[in-house]
């Protein structure tokens, strides 16, 4: 089965937004096993929709159209989709009364051109939307290909996709699938494939497929079969499999689950609290913790340390270290992960020192060169990292990286 | 004249990678008056990338491609394009030469795949590639189309671009064109829009176009004429307009420039240092201050009080502050912001306390409310925030009103 993605919108043609929906899609249809040879974005153009609607119906199965969907007269995607499924637009009560609903809640009065939101394609099943007021569907085109319209904002994009079409999608298959994401924290996306080469390159059912993300890369395991449970059967030694391999590399199997969340599980378990202290990062490591909405569980403080003078007040960091080692150097990263867990009384203590880049560099310190301690309980370790990249990406990922010792210094506790 | 996007990269349709090559160009193209209607993805399939490119040159005068240049057999959109145009593959003996000397640098054995990238269509213009090893090139079609090839990777892509390919593009026009951008760092994109309103609606040339980006409006004016000069006069007025109209809510008007450089430029200029005290924000603030590199001028040290405890221990806040007004309140930003200008002897205090959510909401706070004092001098300011959007949102656009409270503090003094 393949499947193209269409996104409507003249705001991603003049660089206004990034497309982030077509990538969204895009995974969520390789987890589905569906192909997808072509993405287009077209403008709010009805000749040009057109086109390009007419053009993917002739070389792809499933159509997945993006934005157009609401109330204003530029909208015209559901309007020009049914025409080129050869369909009329029909009232659809269930809209209707959401729609109403929707404008009593929030006490705005619905004007004339809302209404239009609740008319859909003759044969279709309607994606009701629970985030804002434009439903999506599915037009059941005669020839058997399947067109989906969802509303442009990810916000109601993601959660209509996964929740009303994802189910849909799967029966249209002759086959179920099943897929299990690994999630590896603490190895590039190079050395990884290294390691699974041979289940690479001999896969068939179930396959792997690597996801290269900012300090982290995922790996995805599908197979199909008849029924999703013989699918995720299929799918089990295999996840076993690279468990055998990665191991404590692999920091979660959950989908939805990020590294910070597992850090602040961890702590939370261990009631433990944590505290940082921050140089070259600057506030970025805590500030990726506190994504997680339970962070004041384990946090209570932390210190952006920039200057020689505020590593020794706060951190007690000697002058000698500071004189003989530098700033950015073992001795003072392990200074740092000490001191803060103690002016914090912390459990846990996180030093990070580094030289980000550009300028400041010496003959023996590069742009990039960063020493990350962590310290847990009575145990302290530093980590030497030479990290490529702009200013930017170096701090990044050094926060992933601090992430990730800290993850295995509570595991191997 | 119509250029269309074309982007080769199955990783991209795996969803691997989002695509922001292509926003970036739309908005490059955007601002050279070259209208795209078009942009497609597609995957490293020889077929499927001929189909694509023999589409784009029957309806558009400029087609844009990257990625697929590189030294493997996957990389085959050279081959592809020249055979659409019908040109045969010729080796450049200065493509050749910087190969040679780029392996020759970085010690590492050429092998015969790289030789490659040494061949390109006989009739083009090579650009050469300073960020990596394959260059770039502008096929000249006969039916007179332009053929752009651009590496993949943006950091190779958008130098090449900027400084390469656009002055090529600038001279294709019959016209040339100037623009100019001034960015509004105070005010939602619909508010900005709406002062506007009759320039967007009579314009002509020159033109202006909302860009809305986090927490920030871009006004984009461009214009056409017979030479870059004359254009640069016609935009001249209209930007003296949107500087009478904005006035301080304006924060540059230089291209490259971002909030967080004209803070630290700011602070700079008066010898000031700035620290913050973070609740919500955790760090954000200061993390993205030190996205500058001249920031260590400017910043010595700043806190994370995450926890009532951590506010009161560092910062001052009075234990009756938090009991009678609670930590989200006017009271203790302004306690937080003139605490921390006082621990950290800065001159700049900044006090950041907020419901980031979800979660924790009480009948009068909702999720979302935000409190940020600014303290410069002897003088505090504080601005209650009610912010919309998921916890990140809330925090991201915490930090952006934050910084630009800071601006408007120092211009005022």
Known sequence: ??????????????????????????????????????????????????????????????????????????????????????????????ALRRLKEYFAATKRPMTENNLKQALVPENCTVLYNDNGTA??????????????????PPSELIPMFHLQAEPILKKLGSEALFSKVVKIDCMGESAVETEILDLIENQSNPTVAPYAKLGEVHLRVTANANTEEEAEKLVEPMVKELRKRFGHKIYTEKEDVTLEEVLVEALDRKKYTIAAAESCTAGMFVGRLVNVPGASNVLNESFITYSNEAKMKYLGVREETLKEFGAVSEETARQMAEGVAKAAKADVGVGITGLAGPGGETKEKKAGLVYIGVTVGQKTKVQKCQLRGNRQKVREVAVSKAMTMVRLALEEE
């Open 135 to 152: 439903p999506g569907m599915v037009i059941h085109e005669k020839n058997g290909k399947e067109v989906i319209l969802l509303p442009g």
């Open 1 to 94: 089965m393949t499947a193209e993605i269409i996104c409507v919108g003249t705001e991603i043609l003049l660089g206004n937004i990034v497309n982030t929906n077509a990538a969204y899609l895009s995974e969520r249809l390789a987890s589905l096993g569906i192909s997808v040879f072509f993405e287009t974005t077209v403008g709010d153009n009805p000749k040009r929709v057109e086109e390009v609607i007419r053009q993917g119906l002739k070389r792809s199965d499933i159509l997945i159209l993006s934005g157009g969907l609401g109330p204003t007269k530029d909208d015209l995607t559901k309007e020009i989709a049914a025409k080129a499924c050869g369909q009329e637009l029909v009232e659809d009560a269930e």
